[in-house]
């Protein structure tokens, strides 16, 4: 296990890696870099955007026998986040003695890199996503290549050679060697195991615990990742301005654009309990540490208009690593979860010390960044309802560009039809407000009333009566107001000729 050395220590190509001494907000990327010199990995926007710097960072699987690998963005992740884990980058794919990996091999045949720069961030997440293929025997569709570089700009090429040299990748791969496809981390767990972080509380001699910090400077700030559930509790009451760390998709921009330096960070990624998802007939418990991504698989089937809100969210690296509840914790007017969340009825579990309250989502916010939490307090888990019978729940986002952008707007809503009126009514919306929200006087237009009788002048004059005209960077009021009156008459009429098709 990590001792308290002021070392972050994590595998890199079957050796260990110790990082001693350096700054707690020290990115992933500049490690790599500046310090180990692994310079295929590129810095293009330091937010996480533009995928010139995606690496591969994996823990132990279940079994203990082999590494699960999920694409980075370097440029937002800290390096104590590390601790405990393993790294590839660009330069891990070739073999020993030379050979490069499918994909590498397929682009230079392809001709899928011409300036270069954002090649090995391309590769890299092409080489994540073919971990799949040896298992099921396939290779991927178009579709499933596109959503895996939807993360990754290249201003040269197109992406059509890019396809085409994953597709190639695949199908030479499945006819020759399809373990050629996969990442080799056998070197790797063996040493995984010995720096394993403990998952157990360190306990002081009069019993209380002890965090133990991964990082730790000579004027106190330090850089924390606790085991439990119990020590998160404890560190926050008795460090109630601390930072929490979970994807790092917000904390990354605070430090590279706003050159932030958190006094007290802690870091939840070692928390097993904050990573669990338990589900009963009628809902779901999703901890504060469970990704998107996550998130997304779990909600495909009952809710496919949530998972497509959740897929243009962001890209794979950035499904992966953000998680639920930041996205709810950092209480963006925009945050695209939060609508969807509201109208399915989603509930928040909230723990300060050992003492646990419940708060329905569409009352945690009270203004523009401000939230019901109490200093020490935090999200533990979301409740998410499942559908109940004869329950609808339709959901869209519009921005300016189609996939990763910011949202003018997001509009959610759930309802039955109950005798060909709709009942129940739950309508949400983000971008309208100062924080997401629902719309109880859009709710009580549609309540009770056939799809056919809802109308234009009367949604308008709720909207009229419920937000503050503003005019934003991402749209005007007048746009807003229109698309968020529109979705609604789209929800209403497709549910009316859904009834009427049945």
């Known amino acids: 296990m990590t001792q308290v050395t002021n070392t972050v220590r994590f595998v890199l190509d079957g050796r260990i890696v110790e990082a001693q001494g350096k700054r707690r907000t020290t990115t992933v990327l500049d490690y790599l870099r500046e310090e180990l010199h692994r310079t295929g990995t590129k810095e293009g926007c330091a937010e996480g955007d533009c995928g010139a710097c995606v690496v591969l960072v994996g823990e132990l699987n279940a079994a203990g026998t082999g590494v699960d690998y999920l694409p980075v963005n370097a440029c937002i992740q800290l390096l104590p986040s590390l601790d405990g884990k393993s790294v590839k980058t660009i330069e891990s794919l070739k073999k020993a003695d030379g050979t490069l990996h499918p994909v590498q091999d397929a682009m230079v045949k392809c001709h899928g890199s011409q300036c270069g720069f954002c090649t090995p961030g391309i590769v890299m997440s092409l080489a994540h996503v073919v971990q799949v293929v040896p298992g099921r025997g396939q290779g991927l569709s178009r579709g499933e290549i596109s959503d895996a570089l939807s993360g990754n700009l290249c201003r040269c090429t197109g992406y059509q050679p890019i396809i085409q040299a994953t597709q190639q990748a695949c199908s030479t791969a499945l006819a020759t060697d399809p373990s050629s496809l996969a990442i080799d981390s056998s070197a790797d767990v063996p040493l995984l195991k010995e720096i394993k972080r403990a998952t157990h509380p360190t306990y002081s001699l009069d019993g209380e615990i002890v965090v133990q910090p991964v990082v730790r400077t000579k004027k106190g700030s330090e850089f924390v990742s606790p085991a439990t559930l119990a020590e998160v509790a404890q560190y926050l009451v008795q460090n109630p301005g601390t930072t929490l760390l979970a994807g790092s998709s917000e904390i990354g921009l605070q430090v590279n654009k706003q050159f932030a330096r958190p006094g007290h960070i802690c870091y939840l990624g070692n928390v097993a309990e904050l990573k669990a998802v338990t589900e009963t007939s009628k809902a779901w418990r999703i901890g504060a540490m469970v990704s998107l991504e996550t998130v997304l698989a779990l909600v495909k089937d009952t809710f496919p ?29 925009i945050g695209d979860s939060m609508p969807c969340l509201m109208a399915l009825g989603a509930t928040l579990v909230l723990r300060r010390g050992d003492k646990q309250r419940t708060v329905a989502l569409d009352k945690f916010y ?11 307090e935090f999200i533990e888990a979301i409740e998410l309802p499942k559908l109940a019978a004869g329950q609808t729940f339709r959901a869209h986002k519009v921005s300016k560009r189609f996939e990763q952008d910011i949202s003018a707007t997001c509009c959610a809503m759930s309802f039955s039809l109950v005798g060909g009126k709709l009942k129940n009514v739950k309508l ?59 979705l609604v008459l ?5 549910a009316a000729e859904s009834s009427v098709a049945a």
């Open 305 to 333: 208009d949530f998972a497509e809100v959740l897929r243009r969210f962001g890209s794979p690296p950035i499904r992966a690593t953000a998680t639920l509840a930041g996205n709810i914790a950092n209480g963006s007017p």
């Open 366 to 376: 009270t203004g523009q960044k401000q939230t019901v939490l109490q200093a020490g």
């Open 428 to 486: 949400a919306y983000n971008g309208l407000a100062p924080s997401p929200c629902r719309a109880p006087k859009l709710e009580a237009v549609l309540e009770g009333k056939a799809p056919a009788d809802v109308t234009a002048d009367a949604l308008d004059g709720a909207i009229a009566a419920s937000f503050t005209a503003r005019d934003g960077l991402r749209a005007t009021w007048a746009y807003r107001s229109l698309v968020a009156r529109n």
């Open 490 to 494: 789209e929800f209403v009429e497709d």
